[in-house]
């Protein structure tokens, strides 16, 4: 069992940035992939970013909407990934759940096996 916590979400205003926090426990993350999806009202589940296991290289995805402001990273001494997010937009508002599989890499989420609870981030005009 991989137990999942997230944090770092909040409220913010166009332009600003944020650094979400996922923290495992019960495992080690480096021996899962591990992504970040997000969800706001009224809309699927969407692929954020997503870092594979370490002994396969570490694999990085990103979603299209992304790509170029948000980064993602693993501290594997803390048993934490990040997602870094700059340049944030109003329509990046969402809530962010951080998930991890066994598998190899995937932005599906369906591929996913364990989930955090989710953080709230909200970005202002």
């Known amino acids: 069992q991989v137990q999942l916590v997230e944090s770092g979400g909040g409220l913010v205003q166009a332009g600003d940035s944020l650094r979400l926090s996922c923290t495992a426990s019960?495992?080690?993350?480096?021996?899962?992939?591990t992504g970040w999806f997000r969800q706001a009202p009224g809309k699927e589940r969407e692929f954020v970013a997503g870092?594979?296991?370490?002994?396969?290289?570490?694999?990085?995805d990103y979603g299209e909407s992304v790509k170029g402001r948000f980064t993602i990273s693993r501290d594997n001494a803390k048993n934490t990934v990040y997602l870094q997010m700059n340049s944030l937009k109003p329509e990046d508002t969402a809530v962010y759940y951080c998930?991890?599989?066994?598998?190899?890499?995937?932005?599906?989420?369906?591929?996913?096996?364990?989930w955090g609870q989710g953080t709230q981030v909200t970005v202002s005009s």
């Open positions: 870092i594979s296991w370490s002994w396969s290289g570490g694999r990085i």
């Open positions: 998930a991890a599989t066994p598998r190899g890499a995937t932005t599906v989420s369906g591929g996913y096996v364990y």
């Open positions: 019960g495992r080690t993350l480096s021996s899962y992939t």
